[in-house]
T-cell receptor, first 115, second 111 residues
């Protein structure tokens, strides 16, 4: 399976600031996704990162708050904008590889704490 | 909203015991995936299921895709301390649909 890395692995940020999280894959992948995992909770899909076009957001998530870029088939960024303590979560990117029967693999996550 | 019901929410077991957890859905799924998440890490895919009735093993792990296509279970045999973690089921209703996740089952193994 693809090797997925995320930067940063963790960060502590002040409210009102923004943080950009990077996701790098060691091979070209068809689909890339961004998830949020709030403390003690399951995973919630934020958006699908589309290569060369605007991301597709899930209900409850908007582009102004979570802008996403995907310039190529191996890289994506998620920005958490104008942060508040409620944004404290683990942010995970995941990928689906071509021909992988829809198996989805996750990166190690970025643990964000907003003070 | 979330359509998957995963149970139990947590399990405290002794080393060597078997573990069983399951997920049920209000919709018919065409894929079931089981993940394990260790503290501070991303979920790791354990087993993927694609056909109703399919029974698949991965070492001491066994998972089955229910005949009704609305449920799946995961068994862990002869548990060991490194089985500690949170196990998530996930499924999708069609090939291009998003994955839906269960709430997770926390497994604690005591010596």
């Amino acid at each position: 399976s693809a090797v997925i890395s995320q930067k940063p692995s963790r960060d502590i940020c002040q409210r009102g600031t923004s943080l950009t999280i990077q996701c790098q894959v060691d091979s070209q992948v068809t689909m890339m996704f961004w998830y949020r995992q709030q403390p003690g909770q399951s995973l919630t899909l934020i958006a699908t990162a589309n290569q060369g076009s605007e991301a597709t957001y899930e209900s409850g998530f908007v582009i102004d708050k979570f802008p996403i870029s995907r310039p190529n088939l191996t890289f994506s960024t998620l920005t958490v904008s104008n942060m508040s303590p409620e944004d404290s979560s683990i942010y995970l990117c995941s990928v689906e590889e071509p021909g992988a029967q829809n198996e989805q693999y996750f990166g190690p996550g970025t643990r964000l704490t907003v003070t | 909203g979330q359509q998957l019901n995963q149970s139990p929410q947590s399990m405290f077991i002794q080393e060597g015991e078997d573990v069983s957890m399951n997920c049920t859905s209000s919709s018919i799924f065409n894929t079931w995936l089981w993940y394990k998440q260790d503290p501070g890490e991303g979920p790791v895919l354990l087993i993927a299921l694609y056909k109703a009735g399919e029974l698949t093993s991965n070492g001491r792990l066994t998972a089955q895709f229910g005949i009704t296509r609305k449920d799946s279970f995961l068994n862990i045999s002869a548990s060991i301390p490194s089985d500690v973690g949170i196990y998530f089921c996930a499924g999708r209703t069609d090939s291009w649909g998003k994955l839906q996740f269960g709430a997770g089952t926390q497994v604690v193994v005591t010596p």
